[in-house]
């Protein structure tokens, strides 16, 4: 299946996207949700709604404030051991005009001889993401790229995904991984701390 992954396997012409084998396929599902996410918030731009809190399945985004002022507080998931376990929260955040997504391996995964296998597929070796990064936040300025993004740094895994955020400071980001005792730990951008709500 590998001979048919990577974006060198499909280019244009004119306005037309051709694919160097029919068996591969552009798949928009690390975007999809925050996409949605952003279509429903320029509609309500549209409509001249100035304050409003959109959420597609954890893909958040908020513009302006409160009715009473204050900034929306978005909580960020403590990942689960377990796929139906309760939802908690440790840190939550503020936020005005952006939006936070949140990508983890925790919900969606399935397990096969007591094996747990994520559903983030790195697409490198073709097969699920094995490494200690539990989840990863990201703030930016519309849903679609904190979607991306947060996927990216759940394929990167933690010390890649903490390369890439001290080099691009425009976007913030919080990382809950698995040390190697098995705790759970937290990594957060220099420029994230500014949204945790005290």
Not at 170 to 192: C, H, R, T
Request: proline share 2%; glycine share 8%; charged share 30%.
């Amino acid at each position: 299946m590998m001979r048919y992954v990577g974006l060198n396997k499909v280019g244009l012409q004119g306005d037309r996207i051709v694919k160097q084998y029919n068996e591969t396929f552009l798949d928009f599902n690390a975007i999809a949700q925050g996409y949605t996410t952003d279509k429903i918030a320029e509609e309500l731009n549209k409509r001249n709604i100035k304050s409003y809190l959109v959420d597609v399945g954890g893909e958040v985004y908020a513009k302006g404030e409160k009715p009473n002022g204050e900034k929306w507080s978005v909580a960020i998931e403590t990942p689960a051991q377990t796929k139906d376990a309760e939802r908690s929260y440790d840190v939550a955040i503020l936020l005005k005009d952006e939006s936070i997504v949140t990508s983890g391996s925790y919900r969606k995964f399935y397990e096969e001889n007591g094996v747990k296998y994520s559903h983030t597929i790195d697409p490198t070796t073709g097969k699920p993401i094995k490494h200690s990064l539990l989840s990863a936040s990201v703030v930016a300025n519309d849903a679609t790229t904190a979607d991306g993004l947060a996927t990216m740094c759940m394929v990167l895994g933690l010390e890649k995904s903490k390369e890439f955020l001290e080099k691009h400071k425009e976007y913030s980001a919080y990382l809950i991984y698995s040390d190697d005792k098995g705790a759970m730990q937290v990594w957060y951008s220099d420029n994230f701390e500014k949204y945790i709500r005290k």
